[in-house]
């Protein structure tokens, strides 16, 4: 997965958006090493010290379990995961409804198409 940073959010943040998308998608698994800061850093072309700070981030927000002996794994409660999962998959539908009523779709006609656009090769 490539990293897509941009100029207009704090790159922290977008990278912490990234790895959390890393995590839902299963990508990094629960109970899964994270590759070290400097890895990480040098991957996506950002100073350490901003990939430890969207590691922290994911750290507060419990998707993520530091160890001293084991380093960063992704935590192992698959409740948590499950609830980002969600909440990310929610945020898209949001997103699509919003586009669609922009365009002057209602809600169902919203839906027609989504399960048209699923049901055509």
């Known amino acids: 997965m490539q990293w897509n940073l941009t100029e ?13 998308q890393r995590i839902a998608s299963g990508r990094y698994p629960s109970g899964g090493r994270i ?3 400097r890895d990480l850093a ?7 010290n901003t990939m430890q700070r969207a590691l922290s981030q994911l750290e507060q927000e419990g998707l993520i379990v530091t160890n001293r002996t084991a380093g960063r ?5 698959t409740s948590i995961i499950s609830a980002v999962r969600e909440r990310l998959a929610q ?3 949001d997103q699509y409804f919003f586009q ?11 839906i027609d198409l989504l399960v048209k656009r699923r049901n055509t090769p």
């Open 100 to 110: 669609m009523t922009t365009l002057g779709y209602g809600t169902q006609e919203a």
């Open 35 to 37: 590759p070290p800061v």
């Open 42 to 48: 040098a991957e996506a072309g950002v100073n350490p």
């Open 73 to 77: 794994t992704v935590t192992e409660d």
């Open 91 to 93: 945020t898209h539908i």
């Open 8 to 20: 207009d959010r704090p790159i922290y943040l977008q990278l912490a958006e990234q790895l959390t």
